[in-house]
């Protein structure tokens, strides 16, 4: 009900509190020692983890190079837009019939106020980030243990 009545954060909050939910320990990127001269490295993967690892050791002075199955970076991170395509395992292809300017984003759509490592890449790559409105007035909120037992507005 916490989350019902004061939204995502204070369920966040809330859930700190009872030790089950922790904020990033995150205080700034990793130093890494420089590389030994010529050291490469292979990243497996261009999803956040990846790009992130390539990023920080090509820093650090590494030779890095990613390896990603699909033919974009991003992972589950990425947006479709219309005329995009995307080719599903198995064969089957789909193309966006969106409006022009509309879009949608299949994978992770909202990043938590306390996930500070990811909060500072965004901010240090320019990755522009949208607030989420996360309010529906014509939802219910319904507990077999509240209200008794009737769906109530939110």
């Known amino acids: 009900m ?4 004061g939204g995502a954060a204070a369920m966040y909050q809330a859930m700190g509190m009872m030790g089950v939910a922790h904020a ?14 010529g050291t490469k490295v292979l990243v497996l993967g261009a999803g956040i983890a990846g790009m992130i690892a390539a990023m920080e ?8 190079e990613v390896l990603e199955f699909r033919d974009v970076a991003g992972g ?4 479709m837009r219309a005329g995009d395509t995307y080719e599903e395992l198995g064969g089957f292809t789909q193309t966006v019939d969106f409006a022009e300017g509309n879009y949608f984003n ?3 759509w909202r990043v938590p106020y306390n996930h500070y490592g990811i909060l500072d890449y965004c901010r240090r790559l320019g990755v522009e980030l949208e607030p989420l409105i996360q309010i529906n007035n014509h939802a219910y909120v319904h507990s077999v243990d509240a209200f008794d037992g009737k769906p109530v507005r939110y």
């Open 2 to 5: 916490v989350g019902a009545a």
């Open 76 to 79: 589950r991170c990425w947006t």
């Open 24 to 37: 990033s320990p995150y205080d700034g990127p990793i130093q890494l020692e420089r590389a030994p001269e």
């Open 106 to 108: 299949p994978g992770p």
């Open 57 to 64: 050791l090509r820093d650090a002075g590494y030779e890095v």
